[in-house]
């Protein structure tokens, strides 16, 4: 509870005000005030404290004054300061009724506009509402600050490493094991389609190469000989030939033949030139041995195997394979932006050597076979050796023939493809598998995991965020009907003459909203029409404040904390027509008995003085605001002087004079007694006695109809006692103000006045 004010210094009304202990308010705490005393800034305190905005007191600051505000209000047995433009504690439980409640949750004059809604929404919820709102608000704000977050994450993530993909299907990317040769194989493919036509023209690769030595072939050549020609005959025969001249091979060759002839044509062994005997000469068999067929087939042999291995291995044979790999080269180097290919790795300088070394080491065997044709020999184990090594080259040309050539096939596809491809779709595809290797790029993997790491924390907070708006929506479809049916029994009661319909929660981008329409003579007003029937031109001031009340009462009744609710109420009866004041007064007593304070300001004395009349004597408090040097000051209020009427205080000066006496007083005891008993008249006659008329023609047709308005015994007396009250009055009396008065006489007659209207 609210106990008092120690300080008020510096702010609306109030310079300096310190009533201290003075002011020491109750359950219910009446404050009446003329307008401009500081009544609305008591309200306005009273908002900052329950809101906790300074900025409320501050823009209040006293004009003129050096100082800012300074408040110490005594809550619950301890000071709550306002100082430094700020308060020790706010106290929440305070629940204000003001035209700052009206102008946020119904209107600013006429206008009822977005933020109005806005503010009913949040009244409506009540405490629990509000909790699951703010919920609600938290959750949607933190969803707002992971979307930030995800944005600068996403932002972090280099673009030309997503390629075509957003961000989030960039981060939600899987490893692929094979990525580096689909890269390939699509980076080759959209080269092909670019070069589709080169491809179309050019054919794939052909077969490589190297002759090869049969060793088997010439060493047999090499193993051959004469069985009739031994070696040491074709020695002798050589020795012979050489101590000829040039051309005495041929010579002798081509003179066996003639010896030959010559036997034949004289029957002898004779020499054709000397005619001597040949018989038995060693020399002429040798010569016949060495001159014979075989013995020149075999020197054909040698030279024919000569001969073979030349032409295999010499001439244009290198020339020819050093073209092929420079073809193949080129191929290769054309076709490998399209297909996977082996390398060509061909050292064509070393083959040339090894394979002039192999065909050289092979004719010199030869040519010395050629020399002595009868000697048995074979390859030397160097020529065997440089031949091997030789051989290993057409080894390795011949699987790299093999692997180009089982290239060609690829080729074809690639051929195929190119023609059928779109070079488009083929960018994309490559552009997706390059981001996708660059996903998971060292540097780019941890962007993305900050990234799904908040994208994850941002799921589970939608997830919240939904089961909240869940619990708030179920609260919203509880509370609302229920809100609604309160308010039009709050608007009943006041006898208000239109009733609330279509109440419910809306949601927009500008935050949730209470929806409703004003339903008149049974048809729906819509609350913001621009043109037509709408609030702005179908409800008077007193309609809205009335509807403001309602709004008001039917969130306290909501509310599950009413009983430790401080009521706050400033002036209910602004604009309220006369005949909503009793029902107004009767909903606040009502609502008293179930708060834990209720403080009412009002420049109305009667409405207050109603609301203390109604109150438990031990409950009620009440204070004024009043002028004074500087400002405003609090004092105690006697209400019961400002809410007795005058025939109430007529009637207790005469009842005080009768029992105490007084000179002081007298002469107004006197004045009393008429006007006392024409209130009585008026009350008990009301319709013989009504406004206007004077007790003495009232007398006067009590005396016509006698015994039928009034006893003859009591016309009598009402005479008597109007014939001395006629002496102090101006318009019986010419010389009342001077009229003798005896103390024993006016006591007399002030009893009997007592006594007449005490009758029953």
């Not at 030349?310 to 092929?324: M, Q």
């Not at 440089?386 to 690639?414: F, K, M, P």
């Not at 007529?650 to 004079?657: L, P, Q, T």
């Amino acid at each position: 509870m609210i106990e008092g004010f120690n300080i008020l210094r510096n702010v609306g009304q109030f310079d300096s005000v310190t009533p201290g202990a003075n002011i020491n308010l109750t359950p219910l705490s009446l404050i009446y005030a003329e307008n401009g005393r500081g009544k609305t800034t008591i309200a306005a305190i009273l908002r900052s404290l329950a809101l906790d905005e300074p900025s409320l007191v501050l823009e209040r600051q006293r004009l003129g004054s050096a100082h800012p505000p300074h408040i110490v209000v005594r809550s619950g047995g301890q000071q709550v300061i306002f100082q430094n433009a700020a308060w020790s504690q706010p106290l929440p439980e305070i629940a204000i009724f003001d035209d700052a409640f009206v102008a946020a949750n119904v209107c600013s004059g006429i206008d009822l506009g977005t933020a109005h809604r806005q503010n009913l929404h949040e009244l409506i919820l009540g405490a629990q509402g509000v909790t699951l709102n703010v919920q609600l608000q938290d959750l949607v704000a933190k969803i707002d600050a992971h979307n930030t977050s995800l944005r600068e994450k996403g932002d972090a993530i280099p673009g030309n490493a997503r390629g075509p993909f957003n961000i989030s299907d960039f981060c939600e990317l899987e490893v692929d094991p094979d990525i580096e040769t689909k890269i390939e194989d699509a980076g080759r493919r959209l080269a092909a389609a670019k070069a589709s036509d080169a491809i179309r023209q050019r054919s794939g690769f052909m077969p490589l190469s190297l002759p090869n030595f049969d060793i088997d072939a010439i060493n047999a050549v090499l193993s051959l000989t004469l069985e009739d020609l031994q070696l040491d005959a074709a020695e002798r025969v050589r020795e012979h030939l050489g101590a000829l001249a040039d051309n005495g091979e041929t010579w002798v060759s081509e003179g066996m033949g003639h010896t030959a002839a010559y036997s034949e044509n004289t029957g002898t062994d004779a020499c054709p030139f000397c005619a001597q005997d040949l018989n038995g000469s060693d020399l002429i068999l040798h010569y016949q041995a060495y001159f014979s067929d075989a013995y020149r087939d075999l020197k054909a042999s040698i030279r024919q195997t000569g001969i073979g291995v030349r032409d295999t291995h010499g001439g244009d044979i290198p020339a020819a394979f050093e073209r092929s790999i420079r073809t193949a080269v080129q191929a290769h180097e054309f076709w490998k932006d399209f297909a996977e290919l082996p390398e060509i790795v061909v050292d064509t300088a070393a083959i040339s050597r090894e394979w002039t070394a192999a065909r050289e080491v092979a004719l010199q065997a030869l040519r010395d076979k050629a020399a002595s044709p009868l000697e048995v020999t074979t390859l030397s184990p160097d020529a065997v050796g440089a031949i091997q090594t030789y051989r290993r080259r057409i080894d390795e040309i011949t699987q790299l023939s093999e692997r180009l050539v089982g290239c060609n096939d690829a080729i074809d596809v690639v051929k195929e493809q190119a023609a059928a491809d779109d070079v488009s779709a083929l960018q994309s595809d490559l552009a997706k598998l390059s981001a996708r290797k660059a996903r998971f790029e060292p540097a780019v993997a941890v962007l993305c995991k900050e990234y799904i790491d908040e994208k994850t924390a941002k799921a589970t907070t939608e997830g919240q965020r939904d089961a909240a708006r869940t619990a708030l929506d179920n609260y919203r479809q509880q509370i609302f009907p229920t809100y609604e049916t309160a308010i039009n029994d709050f608007l009943t009661r006041f006898n208000a003459s239109f009733r609330l319909g279509k109440m419910k929660s809306v949601n927009n981008r500008a935050g949730s909203s209470a929806s409703y329409c004003v339903v008149i003579n049974q048809q729906e007003v819509n609350v913001t029409a621009s043109d037509g029937p709408s609030f702005r031109n179908t409800l008077s001031a007193g309609d809205r404040n009335t509807l403001a009340l309602a709004f008001f009462f039917a969130s306290l009744d909501q509310d599950p904390n009413l009983a430790q609710k401080i009521v706050v109420i400033d002036d209910p009866m602004t604009s309220l027509d006369e005949h909503r004041t009793l029902r107004t007064r009767q909903e606040m007593r009502g609502l008293y008995a179930r708060v834990a304070q209720m403080i009412v300001l009002s420049h109305s004395k009667p409405f207050l003085c109603a609301l203390w009349e109604d109150a438990s004597t031990n409950d009620r408090s009440a204070y004024r605001l009043a002028r004074a040097a500087n400002g405003s000051e609090i004092a105690e209020w006697d209400v019961r002087n400002d809410s007795i009427t005058e025939h109430d205080k007529r009637y207790e000066m005469i009842a005080g004079y009768i029992q105490s006496g007084g000179t002081a007083i007298e002469r107004k005891v006197a004045e009393a007694l008429r006007p006392t008993l024409e209130a009585f008249m008026r009350v008990a006659y009301p319709i013989e006695f009504p406004p206007g008329k004077l007790l003495g023609p009232f007398i006067g047709g009590c005396n016509q109809s006698p015994g039928t308005i009034m006893a003859q015994a009591d016309v009598t007396e009402l005479r008597s006692l109007l014939d001395y009250a006629n002496k102090f009055h101006h318009d019986t009396n010419a010389a009342w103000e001077t009229e003798a008065i005896n103390d024993a006489e006016l006591t007399d007659f002030a009893e009997r006045v007592v006594l007449f209207i005490s009758r029953r």
